[in-house]
Each structure stands twice: as structure tokens, then as C-alpha cells.
């Protein structure tokens, strides 16, 4: 089980951001779903509005580990119903990432619909961590630190759309900016092996190609519903996703993540990546 709010907060200190060497995404760099999540819950700080409801983030350059970065909020807009925040991460005058981020509150208004698909069920579930050393490499600090599952077989869907299906450990707090936070993760993170298995790629071996985070969107729609507790594997049950790649060329990569808490979808996001050959180690 993830203590995500600990995590968090323990990043943020002094109008600054600390990534822990637990959040690495690319060696010696952080994992873009826990940047955007760590600003997210520094900027709930900011507004008494409860319900998170969309972020777009934008990385111009990779945030270290382990290294302290100024983080600056700027209230652009403060309603009735709805405030809105500029943030960046940022070195002197170098920036690392930007961002803008809207908090609201509950509307009275009576319409509630869903018309999406239930959320998909893994047909076998497995910790990728696990995965990867039964077949000898050596997971990623970020794979250890959430033990992510993914369907272990090549899977697409009838119609040739959806590239990967995969859970995320959801989180135990009850505050919705840590909800909407941790959701981010996934919408950030499977980009990458979607892109992959829709090249026709093993996940499995040696990418051809590394994916650093050049933006991410997402919608928060109902972060308080509650996770599938699939099995006793982890107390705080499971997210389940989905993410499409409709789009990879010319050194780029789009990917369209939906999450659902347990029958709830629960954010919704868009991602792109850059396509770069893998350093030589």
C-alpha cells in the first residue's frame, strides 16, 4: 500500500519541489505523472474550492531528482465557482514545467450520465515488477515503488483501438486533490508501452526508442468514487485503465487514457510524448 499523501507532501516544502529518487522516470529524472500531481496538491492549498477538475502541464525541460526547484503559484482567476492557477517549476530563471490547473465546487444542477464502458477487466493481472525479473531486467525504481499491473499478452481490441489495459494502486486518502493526483499517473505513465504494443513492439524487451513527457491534459470527472478491491494484494484496491495511441509519427506520440475507480470513470486524459533513440547505456 502507497501512502501517496505522505509521498506528496513530503516533496513539497518552502515553495519548493524535492522529487524522491522513488519517482524516477528516466534515470537521474522525474516521473512526470508525480510532478503533476505533486503541484496539483500544492495548488489545492491555495483554493477552498474542494473538487479538482482539469490540468494541463507542459515540460520544457527534465526535473531532476533529489534536487531542490522553486515552485511558484499564481492565482489567475478566484470565482464563486471556480478558480484557476498558473504554476512552473523552475531553476533561476530557467523553467522545467508549467502548468494551469481549475478547482471548483459541486454544482446543483440534476443531470448525472455516464456513457462510457464499464471498465475493463484484466484477464491476468500480474506486477509488472514481477514480470520483468522472471525474465531477467531489471524494473524501474517507479515499477518497484507502485507495482503497476498490466495484461501480460498482446491485447487489442476488436476494432484495433485500445494498446494497453492496466491497473494502478489507487490511493487511501479521502481528500480529492490526492485522488485526482494519483489518477494523473496513470494517464502520464502508459503513454510510453502503449505506443510500443501499437508499433507491434514486445513491451517486454529493449525499446527502441526513449519517451520523454512533452504535455498532458486531463479531466478529473468523479475522483471520490471508490477503487475495485480486486483481491488482498493491495488494501487500497486498484485503478483500472486503458490507453489508445491513435497517433505516433514523425518523432511524436499521442495517447488518450481513460480511468476508472472501480465502475466509476473517474479522469480522463490526453498525452504526448517525444520519440528519441535510447541513450547508449
Not at 481528500?175 to 513491451?203: C, E, K, S, Y
Request: charged fraction near 20%.
Amino acid at each position: 500500500m502507497i501512502d501517496y499523501e505522505d509521498d506528496f507532501r513530503e516533496a513539497l516544502e518552502g515553495g519548493a519541489l524535492t522529487v524522491p529518487a522513488r519517482w524516477e522516470g528516466f534515470p537521474g529524472q522525474a516521473f512526470g505523472g508525480f510532478i503533476a500531481g505533486a503541484v496539483l496538491m500544492a495548488v489545492s492549498a491555495e483554493t477552498e474550492q474542494p473538487r479538482p477538475l482539469s490540468l494541463f502541464a507542459r515540460y520544457h525541460r527534465p526535473v531532476p531528482i533529489e534536487e531542490r526547484v522553486a515552485l511558484s503559484i499564481h492565482a489567475d482567476r478566484r470565482g464563486r465557482s471556480i478558480d484557476t492557477f498558473s504554476a512552473r517549476l523552475h531553476v533561476a530563471d530557467r523553467d522545467l514545467a508549467s502548468f494551469s490547473i481549475a478547482f471548483g465546487h459541486d454544482g446543483g444542477a440534476p443531470l448525472e450520465s455516464q456513457a462510457t464502458p464499464a471498465a475493463p477487466r484484466l484477464r491476468e493481472p500480474r506486477a509488472l515488477a514481477d514480470h520483468l525479473l522472471e525474465i531477467g531486467m531489471e524494473p524501474a525504481p517507479i515499477m518497484r515503488r507502485t507495482r503497476f499491473r498490466g495484461e501480460p499478452d498482446d491485447f487489442v481490441e476488436a476494432d484495433g483501438t485500445w494498446h494497453l489495459r492496466a491497473q494502478w494502486p489507487a490511493p487511501t486518502c479521502e481528500d480529492l486533490a490526492v485522488r485526482a493526483a494519483v489518477a494523473l499517473m496513470p494517464i502520464d505513465n502508459f503513454v510510453g508501452p502503449a505506443t510500443i504494443r501499437a508499433n507491434g513492439v514486445n513491451i517486454n524487451q529493449m525499446w527502441p526508442v526513449a519517451m520523454p513527457s512533452v504535455d498532458c491534459t486531463a479531466w478529473f470527472y468523479a475522483p471520490e468514487a471508490p477503487p475495485a478491491d480486486v483481491d488482498a494484494e493491495c488494501s487500497a484496491g486498484w485503478l483500472t485503465s486503458q490507453t489508445s495511441v491513435p497517433v505516433s509519427h514523425a518523432g511524436y506520440a499521442v495517447g488518450r487514457t481513460q480511468v476508472w475507480s472501480g465502475e466509476r470513470l473517474t479522469a480522463e486524459g490526453i498525452s504526448q510524448v517525444l520519440l528519441l533513440p535510447p541513450p547508449p547505456s
